[in-house]
């Protein structure tokens, strides 16, 4: 069969062009051009074609599926058992970048750090700083370690629960702590989109009220902080004020709240008094 064949037959059942393309290119190693110039060649792999169209129709992640996904340019391989990095992240690291400033070089930990977007971008962008990144699930640990090496970035990965590692930071303190830690109400978890629910259930169950990490992270690790330094979290639907209660209650100062671009109230900075 032909890419333009394949492209027919997978655009019915698929519907959205962009996930079709990336996973033509997945499959029969070709760009986006390719596709459009060499529509007649025929090509092999076809059955792999076939069993990832079926996959995605059925609600898994395309990203999942092709392995791979990308974070600010970023390459990260990702699977079943590790979150999948998304567009808002990018944005939270994008904002603390900026006010961290270019010279910035300092301790930084990425609290929950799943496939490690945040902390591999962080250490790209500054180089000699010292990076921690600390994740629970064994299955999402494999991938952290794994988008390090890959990327060739040398960050101190902690295999264990944020709140019970804390002993080992003993003689630690931060001038960063950054997290997009899991934010859905563990009762809203069962009504998310079928492709969500593909996604590890620890990654995204944030509690009652899903500000279980806010409340803990703020109560536990601020003291892990150095004066002045600054907090940054990603932000659920509608959690900004609830946050920055927690927040100012903690005696966090200039305290920012950032909008996505979909005018979500979705990132919050606060600096340590
Ligand atoms: C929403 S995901 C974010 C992952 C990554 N930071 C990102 O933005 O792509 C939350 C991550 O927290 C991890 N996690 C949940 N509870 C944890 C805990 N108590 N200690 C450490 N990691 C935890 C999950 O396994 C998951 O990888």
């Not at 999942?64 to 990095?85: A, D, N, R």
């Not at 990490?213 to 659920?236: Q, S, T």
């Not at 900004?240 to 100062?253: A, G, Q, R």
Request: charged fraction near 30%; charge should be negative; proline fraction near 3%.
């Amino acid at each position: 069969m032909t890419l333009r064949e394949l492209y027919k037959i997978g655009i019915e059942s698929l519907k959205c062009k962009s996930d079709l393309i990336l996973l033509m290119e997945n499959v029969f190693g070709i760009d986006k051009l390719h596709l459009i110039t060499s529509g007649n060649e025929p090509v092999k792999n076809v059955d792999i074609f076939f069993e990832y169209l079926e996959r995605v129709k059925n609600g898994e992640p395309i990203q999942y599926v092709i392995g791979e996904t990308e974070f600010l340019g970023i390459k990260l391989k990702v699977g079943k058992g590790v979150f999948i990095p998304r567009q808002e992240t990018e944005l939270l690291v994008k904002i603390v970048s900026d006010i961290l400033g270019d010279d910035f070089s300092g301790n930084i930990v990425d609290l929950c750090s799943g496939s490690g977007a945040i902390s591999i971008y962080l250490k790209r962008r500054f180089e000699s700083s010292n990076v921690w990144a600390i994740e629970k699930s064994e299955k999402a640990f494999k991938f952290l370690v794994e988008n390090a090496e890959a990327n060739n970035v040398e960050l101190n990965c902690v295999l264990g629960d944020i709140f019970e590692e804390l002993q080992k930071f003993e003689n630690e303190t931060f001038d960063l702590i950054i997290s997009n830690p899991p934010y859905v109400k563990t009762k809203d978890i069962e009504f998310l989109d079928k492709n969500v629910k593909f996604e590890p259930k620890m990654a995204l169950d944030g509690g009652d009220d899903g500000l279980d990490f806010y409340r803990k992270i703020i109560k536990f690790w601020k003291e892990k902080l150095k004066p002045e330094a600054l907090i940054a979290f990603e932000l659920g639907i509608n959690q900004h004020s609830e946050v920055f209660d927690i927040m100012s209650e903690s005696e966090f100062e200039n305290i920012r709240i950032f909008d996505d671009f979909s005018g979500i109230r979705r990132i919050i900075i606060g600096s340590k008094s």
